[in-house]
């Protein structure tokens, strides 16, 4: 299964902390993980063995959006962060409305993402 994981810089930490907490889950040999690239690194950085795409504003948003609509991307976690405007708002738009318009499960907080990552540890 692939996990894109994505977050505006105001929740980089936040999602970083939520892949070290479900490590376990997020390192099984079943897991792939890919990024926008400075989410990516700061996910290496930690850790995990993550392919990184482009950087959102320079079109990593877009990159996965591509991969939901092959069929490749399997799950998206993308923390959003609510009370900050973003100038690249049309690009992450498209990639809500591609997961949507292909039935991907789609978290933008880490509540919601806690619970589509516990689903994935009750299926093993």
Same mark, same amino acid.
């Given at each position: ?13 936040? @999602? ?7 490590? &376990? %889950?997020? /390192? +099984? ?6 990024? #926008? ?7 290496? /950085?930690?850790?995990? =063995?993550?392919? +990184?795409? !482009?950087?959102?504003? @320079?079109?990593?948003?877009? /990159?996965?959006?591509? =991969? ?14 609510? @009370? ?7 690009? %992450?738009?498209?990639?809500? +409305? ?8 789609? &978290?933008?907080?880490?509540? #919601? &993402?806690?619970?589509? !990552?516990?689903?994935? &540890? @009750?299926?093993?």
């Amino acid at each position: 299964m692939e996990i894109a994981v994505i977050a505006h810089d105001g929740k980089k930490a936040d @999602l970083v902390q939520f892949l070290i907490k479900n490590k &376990a %889950i997020l /390192q +099984r040999e079943n897991i792939n993980l890919i990024a #926008t690239g400075t989410t990516g690194g700061q996910a290496e /950085q930690a850790g995990f =063995r993550v392919t +990184r795409m !482009l950087s959102g504003p @320079l079109g990593g948003d877009a /990159q996965i959006a591509g =991969r939901v609509a092959e069929g490749k991307t399997q799950m998206v976690f993308f923390f959003k962060d609510p @009370l900050s405007s973003h100038p690249h708002e049309a690009d %992450i738009n498209m990639l809500i +409305r591609v997961c949507d318009v292909h039935n991907v499960p789609l &978290a933008t907080n880490e509540a #919601t &993402a806690q619970l589509l !990552l516990n689903a994935i &540890a @009750l299926q093993s």
